[in-house]
T-cell receptor
Framework: NAGVTQTPKFQVLKTGQSMTLQCAQD?????MSWYRQDPGMGLRLIHY???????DQGEVPNGYNVSRSTTEDFPLRLLSAAPSQTSVYFC???????????FGQGTRLTVV | RKEVEQDPGPFNVPEGATVAFNCTYS??????FFWYRQDCRKEPKLLMS???SGNEDGRFTAQLNRASQYISLLIRDSKLSDSATYLC???????????FGAGTTVTVRA
């Protein structure tokens, strides 16, 4: 079972570049979300979606865009990368709000 | 004040020991509580949900104290494989949003 698949696993960007982090799940979950994890801090919610065609902002949305055209896919776009966006990014999905979340393996992003 | 706070540790314990740690949450309306485990450079994975009456899963026991707004995790008979960071996760009750603590690091030594 694939579960939640994130690509790429590692990425180095130059300041100002844009890129898309891919996330796909095969569990038919309605809820998907993106988090970033920084040292000494809990995972912080960037954006989330409660179903195809519906997205909303989380705690730290600035500098990121998302879309949800299908139930399976939830890509995260960095519009113009900044060093402050150096972090580990996790995509997660869940069957219901507030229930168990399943995480992808993470993307380690460095912006130089 | 952070929504979910944890003692970062680290808790260094010998094999076979018992280790326990707490997590406090700020929103009294919180409805769902979880402990996740995160190994070094890996994704978080659900360890156990926390129920109002407390619950056990093998060597792991979770407790919820709504009056004082904290949850706890106790690990009995620690194994080397229990070495990880344990994340306290709370659903505040509004929609889907989960709030994560920064994690408590446990290191079990031989």
């Amino acid at each position: 079972n694939a579960g939640v698949t994130q690509t790429p696993k590692f990425q180095v960007l130059k300041t100002g570049q844009s890129m898309t982090l891919q996330c796909a799940q095969d569990m038919n979950h309605e809820y998907m979300s993106w988090y970033r994890q920084d040292p000494g801090m809990g995972l912080r919610l960037i954006h989330y979606s409660v179903g195809a065609g519906i997205t909303d902002q989380g705690e730290v949305p600035n500098g990121y865009n998302v879309s949800r055209s299908t139930t399976e896919d939830f890509p995260l776009r960095l519009l113009s990368a900044a060093p402050s966006q150096t972090s580990v990014y996790f995509c997660a999905s869940s069957y219901s709000g507030g229930g168990q979340a399943f995480f992808g393996q993470g993307t380690r992003l460095t912006v130089v | 004040r952070k929504e979910v706070e944890q003692d970062p540790g680290p808790f260094n314990v010998p094999e076979g020991a018992t280790v326990a740690f707490n997590c406090t949450y700020s929103n009294s309306a919180s409805q769902s509580f979880f402990w996740y485990r995160q190994d070094c450079r890996k994704e978080p994975k659900l360890l156990m949900s926390v129920y109002s009456s407390g619950n056990e899963d093998g060597r792991f026991t979770a407790q919820l104290n709504r009056a004082s707004q904290y949850i706890s995790l106790l690990i009995r008979d620690s194994k080397l494989s229990d070495s990880a960071t344990y994340l306290c996760v709370v659903n505040m009750g509004n929609d889907y949003k989960l709030s994560f603590g920064a994690g408590t690091t446990v290191t079990v030594r031989a």
